[in-house]
Nanobody, 122 residues
Framework: VQLQASGGGLVQAGGSLRLSCDAS????????MAWFRQAPGKEREFVTS????????YYADSVKGRFTISRHNANNTVYLQMNSLKPEDTGIYYCAASRRAFSRSGVEVDFWGQGTQVTVSS
């Protein structure tokens, strides 16, 4: 599976962005998908994930109620709708695929996308 993230950019605090992750490969629908992010000078962290089977979603506490992950298996795409953005949401956002459940560190990730930059100004 190859992953291509897009949709990042510069936005003011309180604004919204929608990230997309396009996947190649026929087995996309059988992978759990996630978004991680890495802020400058910090370790990469888990943001949200969605399972392949029932579409169950999980969110980091810092983004609950503001971010929404979704997937469209027919299009091999995962989305991250980000609302009410804050300056602390700034970072490089990576999409990831795994056949296992995601941890905070992402050590179980099978495939990473190349990342897309999100910058939120105050």
């Amino acid at each position: 599976v190859q992953l291509q993230a897009s949709g990042g950019g510069l936005v003011q605090a309180g604004g919204s962005l929608r990230l997309s992750c396009d996947a190649s490969g026929r087995s996309f629908s059988t992978y759990n998908m996630a978004w991680f992010r890495q802020a400058p000078g910090k370790e990469r962290e888990f943001v949200t994930s969605i399972t392949w089977s029932y579409g169950s979603t999980y969110y980091a506490d810092s983004v609950k109620g503001r971010f929404t992950i979704s997937r469209h298996n027919a299009n091999n795409t995962v989305y991250l709708q980000m609302n009410s953005l804050k300056p602390e949401d700034t970072g490089i956002y990576y999409c990831a695929a795994s056949r296992r459940a995601f941890s905070r560190s992402g050590v179980e990730v099978d495939f990473w996308g190349q990342g897309t930059q999100v910058t939120v100004s105050s």
